[in-house]
């Protein structure tokens, strides 16, 4: 196992990520499924210069990316979105694609469940096909119900790879599984070997070791599957405006180049543009819990 990141949680450019999460011994990023928003030149430059690997690419499933849409048409530009992260991950050099079928922050079905389940199938199928091209595994992510209305669980997950393809896998959750589990520790023995990734956050979505979920549990759980993956970082902090809050500085007030739709995405998860000095703080306490039990 090794650390990794994602970097969709604060606009910020490249550069500074890499410098910042290289310090505290991160290995490699799971970068922000936008490829509009990287040059593959440059970005494989600037991984090479920090020493970092692209580990994959997670889809911002977000505005009219849906491969649950009732529109055809919808969900044929959605498996194109979908497509060209698959490709920048493969430009990069990366192994993952972390998929988010349905919109994030939707919580109301365009159909029936037997047509978005025949929906979602067939798209992702597609998505799985240009995958294999280009030497990409895909990993379907459940999220809280809270996010998605569509599946929410280990073995929701399961099913849709299962059906996609014995080579499709998933990808796992700390934060949605204490949500949704009985069991998160059995949910990632479910998984099993069709574990291909695996994000962190404690349970009020801080840090990891800001909450209190059992980090030595759930690492020792990975290892007893056989996960050799990247355990990737995905704080979301929640932002509390009352005068009870514990971090009176942690939202950037100075204006940002954020495009609207990504700080949509950032803030519907409860979160906003985050001060450096807060991230950071969040980057190097994630290190500090997370590295000891990894190495």
Known sequence: MHLSTHNWMRAEPLAVTLKRIKKYGYESIEISGEPAQYDVKETRALLKEHGIRCWGAV???????????????QRARSVDYVKSVITMVSELEGEILTLVPATVGKVVPDGTEEEEWRWVVDATRE????????GVRIAVEPLNRFETYFFNRAAQALALADAVNPECGVCLDAFHLNIEEEDMYEAIRLAGKRL??????DNNR????????DWPKI????KEVGYDGAVTNEFV??????PATKYPDMVERNPVDIPPEQLKFIQDHGSSLLTEKFYDDQMRI?????????K
Do not use: W, Y
């Open 59 to 73: 889809t911002l499933t977000l505005g009219e990316r849906n491969l649950a849409a009732r529109d055809e048409g």
């Open 219 to 222: 690492i020792g759980t990975l």
């Open 127 to 134: 998505c799985f096909a240009h995958a294999q091209k280009r």
């Open 286 to 294: 994630t290190a500090e819990t997370i590295l000891p039990l990894i």
């Open 206 to 213: 801080f840090a990891a070791g800001l909450g209190h979920l």
């Open 237 to 242: 902090a929640p932002v509390d405006r009352t």
């Open 196 to 201: 291909f990734d695996f994000h962190i956050a």
